[in-house]
């Protein structure tokens, strides 16, 4: 019984797990019983007969190369995810702007324009009236290109 | 360019980590080609997820949590066909420099075929103990477990394998 808890001790001292205040006791025990010594061995050549691999340098390679690349790709990623969507916003920002600016100045054309037809109509109306208020008249051209206007009154 | 501190913390996980991950996966999976695959996969995440690795307590148990996940998203795939060949044990077992000690080499190979017929949670456990070096309380932690049932699924394990070498050792 009391070797089963010791096997215990044994098994948390080779995993470096066991309180440094039991060590003396193990020991002890160890010293006085045959039994445990031969688990110690056995435990021993448990541990050792693991064979633990190297890490393969080529994976190594693989794993640095790759993260670089990938961190190009974000970089990329960067530039295709800020700098050309603001290069389109300001874009857009200016053909807003100046959609604005040709709005306006079609505006002002269209009222100037108004305005001129406003003009040339009272312009033409005085015309009329004027050319109302005078008295007939005849227009005679020869073939010597000599024209006589004359008034019918 | 790389940022520099990135670099530099994640050089500090991956080489703190990178044997005790890189034997728990191979010793899982048996398989060279596939255990780069998955080694690979999990430091590219980790690198991907760093800043928020960083925060939290221990990134190695993280690490083995997302190897863990990946070797068992394969197995589950495989349907864990038993193929218990051990080729790549022995290619293994022949560059180690106790070769010429017949009886050590008995042992290993022994304790070898015995970890390949553990049932999988023992299996595992032992991995992470004797190949990847892990406390119990890491180990309780990757698998979700407590402390007391690590240990004793690994003492049960142990003492399954020294039963088995005990007439060999002296």
């Known amino acids: 019984m009391n070797c089963i808890k010791n096997r215990e001790l044994i098994q948390l001292y080779a995993d470096g797990e066991l309180e440094k205040n039991m060590e003396f006791y193990l020991f002890d025990h160890l010293a006085k019983c045959e039994e445990c010594r031969l688990f110690f061995r056995a435990l021993n050549a448990v541990i050792s007969s693991v064979i633990k691999k190297e890490f393969p340098a080529i994976l190594e390679k693989k794993i640095f190369s790759s993260l670089i690349e990938k961190e190009e790709k974000r970089e990329n990623n ?42 040339i109509k009272y312009q033409s109306q005085t015309i009329e009236l004027l050319y109302n208020s005078l008295s007939p008249t005849v227009i005679h051209a020869r073939y010597d290109h000599e024209i006589i206007i004359k008034a019918k009154i | 360019m790389i940022r520099a501190d990135t670099i530099i913390n994640f050089t500090l996980v991956y080489n703190l980590y990178k044997k005790p991950l890189y034997n728990y996966v191979w010793k899982m999976l048996n398989d060279k080609s596939l255990t780069e695959d998955i080694i690979q996969n999990v430091f590219l995440k980790l690198f991907k997820n760093l800043s928020v690795i960083k925060n939290c307590s221990n990134p ?94 690994l003492f049960r394990a142990r003492q399954r394998l020294i039963d088995k070498i005990s007439k060999l050792v002296r």
């Open chain 2, 60 to 153: 190695g148990n993280w690490l083995f949590i997302t190897a863990r996940n990946e070797v068992f998203g394969y197995l589950r795939k495989k349907e864990i066909r038993n193929e218990n060949f051990m080729d790549e044990d022995f290619e293994f077992a022949s560059d180690i420099n106790v070769v010429n000690d017949v009886e050590v080499a008995e042992i290993k190979n022994l304790i070898e075929k015995e970890i390949e017929n553990m049932d999988e949670d023992s299996k595992e456990i032992f991995i992470l103990r004797e190949y990847s070096e892990l406390s119990y309380h890491e180990i309780a932690h990757i698998l979700g477990t407590d402390d007391g049932i690590v240990k004793g699924r």
């Open chain 1, 78 to 119: 960067f530039f295709m995810k800020i700098i050309i969507p603001s290069l389109s916003y300001a874009a857009a920002f200016l053909i807003l702007i100046a959609g604005l600016y040709f709005y306006i100045k079609m505006n002002e054309y269209k009222s100037e324009m108004a305005a001129i037809n406003q003009q």
